[in-house]
């Protein structure tokens, strides 16, 4: 699949469980985001990798851990869990600093219970 | 500190009205401006950026740095331009990696 892939597109997990989010882009870009989705709340964002550094933790919880192995993939590890912490989780990635936009994967639904 | 406000959370016209969806933004630094679209059971995807002042599937957006604002229009609306819309905002200046600032969205019905 061309673009940018997120698995899984849905995910039900306890509080003490330990997933991970994956995401994957074959577009040849140099930076990657999380965002996350929540019902009547604007996007907001998580994380930033540029050139495979995290260049931007936008004071998100210790329990959310990101992962850049490389340019082309980007994990988003979760441990312990809240209820409030059930949304979408969006994956973006992008050239030069953005400026032609992003590119978004089709993010996975999390249920946190 | 960026934001962006998007004052409308729904909004409903008929085919062949014409339609605007507002995008007002608070940025110190030089601001770079977006528009996003999402249809129904699809991913968010760029609808148009103020950089190319193009005109995508009959959208154009204006950036009016006195009055700090993105609002994005289309003459003749189209049933299928029913879809959620997001402004977000960025840095020209490169400096903070592409990071966007996103509205909480507009909810764009047009109805036959």
């Known amino acids: 699949e061309t673009g940018v892939t997120q698995t899984p597109r849905h995910l039900v997990m306890g509080m003490t469980n330990k997933k991970s989010l994956k995401c994957e882009q074959h577009?040849?870009?140099?930076?990657m985001y999380w965002y996350k989705q929540s019902a009547k709340k604007p996007l907001e964002l998580m994380f930033v990798?540029?050139?495979?550094?995290?260049?931007e933790n936008n004071s998100v919880p210790s329990r959310f851990s990101p992962e850049c192995p490389n340019s082309s993939h980007l994990f988003l590890h979760l441990h312990t869990l809240q209820p409030e912490d059930s949304a979408l989780y969006l994956c973006?990635?992008?050239?030069?600093?953005?400026?032609?936009?992003?590119?978004f994967g089709s993010g996975t639904r999390l249920t946190v219970v | 500190a960026q934001r962006v406000t998007q004052p409308e959370k729904l909004l409903s016209v008929f085919k062949g009205a014409p339609v605007e969806l507002k995008c007002n933004y608070s940025?110190?630094?030089?601001?770079?401006l977006f528009w996003y679209v999402q249809y129904s059971r699809q991913r968010l995807q760029l609808l148009l950026r103020?950089?190319s002042r193009e005109s995508i599937k009959g959208f154009t957006a204006d950036l009016n740095k006195g009055e700090t604002s993105f609002h994005l229009k289309k003459p003749f609306a189209q049933e299928e331009d029913s879809a959620m819309y997001y402004c977000?905002?960025?840095?020209?200046?490169?400096?903070?990696?592409?990071?966007?600032?996103f509205g909480q969205g507009t909810i764009l019905t047009v109805h036959p």
């Open positions: 973006a990635s992008s050239q030069d600093q953005g400026a032609y936009g992003y590119t």
């Open positions: 977000a905002l960025g840095d020209a200046g490169g400096t903070s990696y592409g990071k966007l600032t």
């Open positions: 577009l040849g870009h140099n930076a």
């Open positions: 990798y540029s050139l495979e550094e995290r260049v």
């Open positions: 103020h950089i």
């Open positions: 940025y110190s630094g030089s601001p770079e």
